[in-house]
């Protein structure tokens, strides 16, 4: 077995093949490191290298990066042998006519587009704005996005693309002016962070706004950020991280398994295993990937040669690696990361975690639900928010005010006011211009819909008497007023924050 990859996984690969010492396996197969170092060229120079040698490689387990992992498959598909990596997540991977032998232990990154829509219509938001950095791969990811989006009837206002972080200086203003309140960030940690810091420039966070964060984005992310030449320090960053939400493959998971050597096998015991290899605490999640890609790939070769190990050893290539293939798509291997189940374009039935950065736990990312990517369901396991924040702002034209004015006579009119809404803080002022209509007794605040809204003070100003009738309001929506007598003026409604 040939292995070209990243430092990061090294020491679940390493974890793993201590592990299978005992197997038969250890004396017919031998494990052969090589690091790519994230250069594509490398890693294909790796394999030839090897082939040159006249050496049978019956799979290889790796990249991380996906530039790796691709051109490992256009070499490796030309011999038929199985790949398996432990992270790549470029969507381009899920060609089976470019990669038929690749098999990865994550999702696609495309996959993760099922967990926003699936957000999205959780949450009853259909108006959005979407953030994309100006790379290809992000590019893809928001095709297959907004395909999505306009499947599920949720309307994409706008999508800024951004090549680097100056640009934010703009794009942040712009989606302040058109009132943006959900917003998809499809980047790296280095654009959402500078996404973040403008944000709070602005005052554009806090319960109104909503931002979704790709799993690149750390659980930790402003604990492991760099914020030197920043405009924003780490606790304004934090600020507008407040609340934000992430969607993430689930690292491992938090119970024991079988280990197909010695036993019963405890995940606590395995992570103090690579800890002490790893001599630091990073990577982790990458560790447990390539612990199962090897554990996946060695247990399957090892099934076969028990059936028939002379075919294996001297058969066919191309046929030993369509059925090395077709065993590991078929493999029922339960570890590290849970059971491996692979879908038909060798993407990683995972479970995905979805957190939220909270300030009371120093800003990292507390998991809150699950997104099932088997059955498409998504699962809380407790409130989000106290008060789910609107997509948009409530329209003015569906409030109207009651006046019940004396002898019983009442009169409703709409307010009509273009700019100003209902929205928890403001204070909103609405012209009403009618005949005189006697003493007002009572005032209802009316609304199409089923929001209600906290009336906190109300004034009537009349510019012909120039007198004021001020009341503090402690009910929803009925309220008494003294008589008063009004021509023309104002209603000023304050808004509890």
């Not at 592990?19 to 197969?29: A, D, Q, R, T, V």
């Not at 077709?326 to 189940?341: M, P, R």
Request: charged residues 25%.
């Amino acid at each position: 077995m040939a292995s070209s990859d990243s430092q990061s996984v090294y020491h679940g690969y390493r974890t793993a093949i201590d592990l299978l010492k005992e197997s038969e396996l250890s004396n017919l197969i031998n494990f052969e490191f090589r690091f790519d170092r994230g250069n594509e060229g490398l890693a294909v120079k790796h394999i030839v290298d090897i082939l040159k040698e006249n050496q049978r490689i019956f799979a290889v387990v790796g990249s991380t990066k996906s530039a790796c992992s691709m051109a490992l498959g256009q070499l490796l598909k030309h011999y038929s042998i199985p790949q398996v990596s432990p992270n790549s997540a470029s969507p381009l991977l899920s060609d089976r006519e470019e990669y038929p032998f690749f098999l990865r232990m994550t999702n696609s990154a495309l996959e993760r587009n099922s967990v926003r829509i699936a957000l999205l219509k959780y949450f009853g938001w259909k108006k959005i704005f979407v953030v994309t950095q100006g790379i290809e791969f992000f590019y893809d990811i928001y095709e297959d996005f907004n395909e999505k989006a306009i499947n599920n009837n949720i309307s994409i206002i706008e999508n800024y693309i951004v090549h680097d972080s100056k640009e934010l200086k703009t794009v942040v203003p712009a989606l302040l002016e058109r009132d943006a309140r959900i917003m998809i960030v499809l980047s790296y940690s280095s654009i959402a962070r500078s996404l973040l810091c403008q944000a709070y420039i602005h005052g554009m966070y806090g319960e109104k706004y909503v931002v979704i964060l790709p799993s690149n984005v750390n659980r930790n992310f402003v604990s492991l950020s760099s914020f030197e030449n920043h405009e924003c320090t780490r606790e304004e960053t934090g600020e507008a991280l407040e609340g934000s939400l992430r969607e993430a493959a689930l690292g491992y998971r938090m119970q024991a398994f079988i280990h197909p050597y010695n036993g019963n096998y405890d995940v606590d015991e395995l992570l103090q295993v690579i800890y002490k290899q790893m001599n630091r605490s990073i990577g982790i999640s990458y560790a447990g990937n390539g612990f199962d890609a090897i554990m996946t790939t060695v247990l399957t070769i090892e099934e076969i040669i028990k059936k028939n190990s002379s075919y294996l050893l001297n058969g066919d290539t191309s046929e030993v690696g369509e059925m090395l293939l077709n065993a590991l798509q078929a493999s029922k291997y339960e570890g590290f990361l849970g059971k491996i189940v692979f879908d038909n374009q060798g993407n990683l039935k995972r479970l995905i975690s979805i957190q939220q950065f909270r300030k009371s736990i120093g800003y990292n990312a507390y998991q809150l639900g699950i997104f099932d990517a088997v059955d498409d369901k998504l699962l809380f396991t407790e409130p989000v928010y106290n008060e789910i924040p609107k997509d948009e702002r409530i329209k003015v034209k569906d409030v109207t005010i009651k006046y019940t004015a004396w002898a019983g006579r009442s009169i409703m009119f709409t307010l009509d006011n273009p700019v100003d809404d209902f929205e928890k803080g403001n204070t909103d002022t609405f012209w009403h211009r009618e005949k005189i209509i006697g003493y007002i007794e009572n005032a209802k605040l009316c609304k199409n819909g089923s929001d209600t809204w906290h009336v906190e003070r109300v004034e009537l100003r009349s510019y012909t008497l120039d007198n004021i009738s001020q009341l503090i309001i402690t009910e929803v929506y009925d309220f008494p007023l003294k008589r008063f007598s009004i021509k023309s003026g104002c209603i000023i409604l304050h808004i509890l924050g």
